[in-house]
């Protein structure tokens, strides 16, 4: 009996090295996945979608290393590459990298990246987008890729930005209620322009629901921003702008991105400003309710995880970014002379 | 009679000791059934009640749990920032990720509009927010179900504020059936139901079936549901969960029922077992205990068979007990056979009882000596023989053996009877005849007659009637010699005072007056005779020699008597001295000397006998009755005559009956000798065989030694010595006239009373000079016994002499014992008078 056990011990181990050291026999190959940023690296707006995006994928069993390998390109279209040659270049770059990664899917952060690489790839790769600022049927007249949002039928869904800005406007008339009137600024760059129709959206849609008169400036330039901003600070009605204008340039073609305009505004500004994402208050805007870049990455990650777990892109609605956080910027707060009432600070995703 | 029926004891003591048994386990079963039961149910109730306490503890604590969490959402900041600050979307994501639906219960925020606000959508909201507008009922501590869609929910609410500002409501649904983790553990380690009912419907919460609520739980439920009840329809036990009034714990009655079953199921067996261990052990004990009984009864049979002097053997019995009682049988057995040898011996030798044993058919099989004696058959003889052809008269045997069949048929003993055996030699024996019935189980029946000769009855029978007829003739004579002999005493004693007066005056006159007492004298004697043998003329009581007495008999006959009859005397009594009247002893034996003189006409032999007899207390005579016992005189008077027949034996001492010539016998004689005899104290016997002669025996009792010593002083007569005062009374005046002669003659002063009652008024008024009392019995109006108790009511130091012309009887000594100083016969004497009153009045 002990003879026969030994034997039947050996035969096993034999098989299990011999199948181990079968040719043909590999590993699974990991899925790839291609995150194509509009932004720097550690860009406020963009790290935390790309946090997101991994975050989802990762708590839905795609961990990069050993599910899925991740590959990222920045194509940094809001501080340097921002001209629309610069920008298309940069498109060519992520093209050429993309095809070469050969990504399971592909996931655009910012209109830039979307716009230019992901609705102009040859072979189509499923694509999530996030961050879309502009109306995916804006987009899907240039280059049809969907449908409708609720069932696009092609290769591409996405997570599309809600500004939440009627909403950012319920929660400032909330923490101060004598607020009256409220002005945005917007510039004319796509993205702006797409912020722009958002707004305009949003209060049409809320109708009455809006809790305070809104004004909407679209500044051209620098220096016509500043103007605005001044003169802003001098109307006693306004109690609230929301400084959307995020690419400008001055009279003599200098860029001011949002850092910049952010640093100049809190400077000369006597009004509380509204950011338009939470990371924005970082950059020293007064905060309030803003869009959630990490939370809306993660929502655009959960759609990446359905498609690699097989769903089709073309079956997945499109979605709006439900997740707005709120974020306060204390010393700006301070230097408004304003107070926050502490436990909505404690029940602040971000204080800055 | 009473048939037992009867059975072997072992059976007996078996069967008694599986009786016991059976009843003690009967008893100890149910008692122990009864407390099993009792702590089972209780038990079982108990566990009831801990699993109900605890499936509440287990609901209560996931409640807690619910409306813990209820709370700190209550309290949780970021809720109350986001609804305050309206942020709807970031509210739901927190709700969603913080929230979330859990072990079934899901949590969502209304706001100040009633607006809900969930992280995942809940079903059947909107009937959940019309119930919580409706307003939730007030719990007072009890929980509250609410069934919506057929889901029964729990709602929980807590305000959500932020200073004063009412912002919202935090509200928590908790569907207890969606809880896996209470039935987890509701199901651990118990089988049984959570049941909610709203009075109609019930519904298991676990597998949400609905049944009807039958009528009686509903009514138990009506009237509070107090402790547990037990629905026999469905077979469940039913308890309220503490705090929870619609809810209600259900185990099923199978397991409580199972296990007292089983309960019932393992008694039977133990009871079984233990059953057939006590009939086996039962058996056992009665085996070994009727065992050495059942040797015993077979050794006593052996004994009974075979009667020697065999006894139980003791020395094989090994109980103590046992070996007790065989050793009191075997003293029983030794004294019953004492016994029955001594009524044996006592039957077989009784002397007057001649004892036959008889079968039913008359065969004899015991024959006692009395019966050899009484019918001349000896044991041997009768024995065997048909008692009815033996002895039964021949024209009474047919009737005889119907009498003794009837007894032993019916068990009755009838009366004695009178009937004749007829003796060997052919005798007709008069008796009297006893039966008794004897039986003993399993043999036949026994009669045994007692027969008692009645031969000397018949014959003391006729005597006893001779007797009476002689006592009538006596009585006859008596009281017509009485009253003559009162007349003659007149005139006697008148005569006698008569001649006195006349003794030195008249002389011629004095002889006439001689012979009138002479010719009264012989009157009196002829009186006399007649008294005597009426037993009732004794008149003198004083010491008599009876030697002396024969010595002159002999002598007054030696010169009458013819040659040729010897006279012989062989006087041996010593003493010979009896009390009584010398005159009539004197002249009985003269009357026998005469009339044995008479019967030797031929000549012979008269012999006179005297010898000393004591009378034991068990003599009897013959003839005459018993004799005190003690000492006494036997006088017999033997002729050689031609003696006497049967018949004038008989008749012999009848007044006037004679067998001489007329002329020549009065037939007084015998009678006059008989009474004096009797009169005497003694008896008088006849043995006689007609030629051969006839032998008189007179038995007289022998005086006292102190009285034949007392002597009278013959010669001086006692006068009275002061002229004492003596109350005289008599009814008759004459005998009175007498009396009061006499005593004044001597000396006395005399009071004269004619009856009774005016003696006692005399005597009450002089009372203080009457020194004496001569007092007559027999008189008319108050009799001398009356008069005497009244007198000496008065003084009872009186001193009385009773008169009478009838002899010392009993009544007479009854009076002398109760005080009365002496007795004095009529007629008086003057010495006689003289000596008693002069005694009287000494005393």
């Keep these: 009996m002990g003879k026969s056990f030994l034997l039947t011990i ?90 070469a990664f050969k990504p399971d899917i592909l996931v655009t952060l910012d209109d830039n990246a979307f716009r230019t690489v992901a609705l102009k790839l040859k072979s ?18 240039t280059y049809k890729f969907m449908d409708t949002r609720e069932k696009p039928g092609g290769h591409i869904t996405g997570v599309y930005e809600k500004l939440h800005y009627v909403d950012a406007l319920r929660v400032h008339k909330n923490i101060f209620p004598g607020l009256k009137k409220t002005r945005a600024f917007v510039d004319e760059s796509p993205t702006g322009k797409a912020i722009h129709t ?21 500044v051209k330039s620098w220096e016509e921003y500043q103007n605005k901003i001044l003169e802003t600070s001098l ?118 | 009679m009473t048939v037992v029926s009867t059975g072997k004891f072992s059976r007996f003591l078996g069967f008694t000791l599986v009786g016991f048994m059976v ?33 509440s503890v287990i609901l209560s604590e996931r409640i807690n749990e619910v409306e813990s969490r209820l709370k700190e959402m209550s309290f949780n900041n970021l809720i109350r920032v986001n609804l305050m600050l309206e942020m709807e979307d970031p509210l739901k994501d927190f709700l969603a990720n913080h929230y979330p639906y859990e072990e079934g219960a899901r949590y969502f925020v209304r706001d100040d509009s009633g607006k809900v606000i969930s992280g995942k959508p809940i079903p059947s909201i909107e009937k959940i927010v019309e119930v919580m507008d409706k307003g939730l009922e007030d719990d007072n501590g009890e929980r509250q179900l609410y069934r919506i869609d057929n889901h029964d929910y729990y709602i929980f609410t807590a305000p959500l504020r932020r200073q004063a500002d009412n912002l919202g409501t935090a509200v928590a649904i908790y569907n207890l059936a969606e809880d896996v983790k209470f039935w987890n553990r509701f199901y651990t380690n118990r089988q049984a139901d959570l049941i909610m009912t709203d009075g109609k419907l019930m519904v298991n919460l676990f597998d949400h079936q609905r049944f009807p609520v039958p009528e009686p739980v509903s009514e138990w439920i009506k009237a509070g549901a107090n402790g547990s009840y037990e629905d026999k329809f469905s077979q469940h036990f039913i308890m309220q969960l503490k705090s929870y009034p619609n809810l209600f714990y259900s185990v099923s009655t199978a397991p409580f029922y199972a296990k007292k079953a089983d309960l019932v199921e393992r008694l039977v067996v133990m009871s079984a077992v233990i059953l057939l261990l006590s009939i086996f052990v039962s058996l056992y004990i009665a085996r070994k205990v009727s065992q050495p009984l059942d040797d015993m009864a077979n050794q006593a049979a052996i004994i009974a068979s075979k009667p020697d002097n065999s006894s139980l053997n003791i020395s094989g019995i090994k109980h103590e007990e046992f070996r007790k009682l065989a050793e009191a049988f075997n003293n029983v057995l030794f004294s019953l056979r004492e016994t029955e040898s001594r009524f044996r011996i006592m039957l077989n030798d009784i002397p007057s009882i001649a004892v036959q044993g008889l079968s039913q058919e008359g065969t004899i099989n015991y024959w006692n000596k009395a019966s050899e004696n009484l019918c001349g058959y000896s044991a041997e003889e009768a024995l065997g023989k048909n008692m009815f052809e033996l002895v039964a008269m021949p024209d009474h045997r047919e009737r005889a053996k119907i009498f003794v069949w009837n007894i032993c048929e019916s068990g009755i003993i009838p009366e004695p009877i009178e009937a004749d055996f007829l003796t060997k030699d ?62 003659l005493g007149s005139i006697m004693g008148f005569a006698d005072l008569i001649r006195d007066q006349l003794k030195v005056k008249e002389l011629e006159l004095y002889e006439y007056a001689d012979m009138v007492v002479q010719a009264s004298a012989r009157a009196s004697e002829l009186t006399r005779q007649l008294l005597a043998f009426a037993r009732k003329g004794k008149y003198r009581s004083e010491p008599v020699n009876i030697h002396r007495m024969i010595g002159e008999v002999i002598s007054l006959l030696d010169h009458t008597i013819d040659k040729r009859i010897k006279l012989r005397q062989h006087l041996d009594a010593n003493p010979p001295m009896v009390i009584g009247d ?35 207390p068990k003599f009897e005579t013959d003839s005459e009755g018993k004799l005190s016992p003690g000492e006494y005189i036997k006088i017999k008077v033997i002729d050689t005559g031609m003696g006497m027949s049967e018949e004038v034996k008989r008749r012999a001492f009848e007044p006037f009956f004679t067998t001489k010539e007329s002329g020549k016998g009065t037939g007084m004689g015998l009678a006059a000798v008989y009474g004096t005899v009797r009169n005497h104290h ?20 022998i005086s006292d030694a102190r009285e034949m010593e007392e002597k009278k002083a013959v010669g001086v007569i006692p006068m009275a010595q002061n002229n004492e005062t003596i109350l005289v009374v008599d009814d008759d005046d004459a005998v009175r006239r007498m009396a009061c002669e006499i005593l004044k003659s001597l000396k006395y002063k005399v009071i004269p009373c004619e009856n009774g009652i005016r003696g006692v008024e005399e005597f009450a008024a002089n009372k203080d000079i009457i020194s004496c009392v001569l007092l007559d019995l027999v008189m008319p109006e108050m009799s001398g016994r009356e008069a005497f108790y009244k007198i000496q009511e008065i003084d009872p130091e009186v001193r009385v002499i009773i008169a009478s012309g009838y002899s010392l009887d009993a009544e007479n000594r009854q009076l002398l014992e109760r005080g009365a100083v002496a007795f004095l016969s009529k007629p008086f004497q003057i010495t006689d008078m003289a000596f008693t009153m002069a005694k009287a009045i000494k005393k």
């Design chain 2, 582 to 616: 010398p005159i009539q002893l004197q002249n009985a034996l003269l009357n026998l000397g005469i009339n044995a003189r008479d019967a030797m006409e031929g000549g012979g032999s008269l012999t006179f006998e005297t010898t000393n007899v004591t009378i034991s």
């Design chain 2, 682 to 701: 003694g008896i008088i016997n006849i043995t006689s065989t007609p030629g051969k002669g006839t032998t008189m025996e007179i038995y007289l009792p």
């Design chain 1, 10 to 99: 050996s035969a096993c181990l034999c098989f299990l090295c011999s199948s181990s050291a079968l040719p043909g026999e590999e590993k699974p190959a990991l899925k790839r996945v291609f995150i194509l940023h509009s932004y720097e690296a550690e860009h406020v707006c963009g790290k935390p979608q790309h946090d997101g995006v991994v975050k989802a994928l990762e708590e839905e069993g795609f961990k990069d290393g050993e599910q899925i390998v991740i590959d990222a390109y920045h194509m940094d279209t809001k501080r340097k590459n921002n001209t629309p040659e610069l920008i298309n270049k940069e498109a060519e770059i992520a093209i050429k990298k993309i095809e």
């Design chain 2, 23 to 55: 009843v003690a386990l009967v008893i100890a079963v149910s008692v122990l059934y009864d407390t099993v039961n009792v702590a089972m149910t209780r038990e079982f109730q108990n566990q009831l009640l801990a699993d109900q306490s605890e499936v």
């Design chain 1, 235 to 352: 109307d006693d009605e306004i109690g609230l702008i929301y400084p959307a204008a995020l690419l400008l340039k001055d009279k003599d073609g200098k860029t001011y991105t949002a850092p910049q305009i952010f640093k100049w505004t809190v400077e000369h500004s006597t009004k509380p400003e509204i950011a338009l994402n939470y990371a924005f208050a970082k950059l020293g805007l007064f905060g309030g309710a803003a869009v959630d870049f990490f939370a809306m990455g993660k929502q655009a990650g959960k759609i990446a995880a359905r498609i690699l777990k097989g769903e089709k892109p073309g079956d997945i609605s499109i979605e709006e970014a439900k997740r707005y956080a709120l974020a306060f910027n204390l010393k700006r707060v301070r230097q408004l002379g304003l107070e926050i009432p502490q436990d909505i600070l404690l029940a602040a995703d971000n204080i800055y």
């Design chain 2, 426 to 487: 052919g005798t007709a024996i008069p008796v009297l005849i006893n039966h008794m019935l004897v039986t003993v189980p399993n043999r036949p029946p026994q009669v045994y007659v007692f027969a008692v000769d009645l031969r000397g009855r018949k014959q003391l029978e006729a005597e006893l009637l001779h007797s009476e007829k002689m006592q009538a003739i006596g009585q006859l004579a008596g009281g017509i010699a009485h009253d003559f002999n009162n007349q």
């Design chain 1, 198 to 218: 958002q707004m305009i959206l949003e209060i049409n849609n809320e109708g009455k629901k809006v809790p305070c008169k809104s004004e909407i400036v679209v």
């Design chain 1, 124 to 141: 189509p790769i499923p694509t999530v987008f996030c961050g879309l600022n502009g109306q995916p049927e804006m987009y899907n007249k």
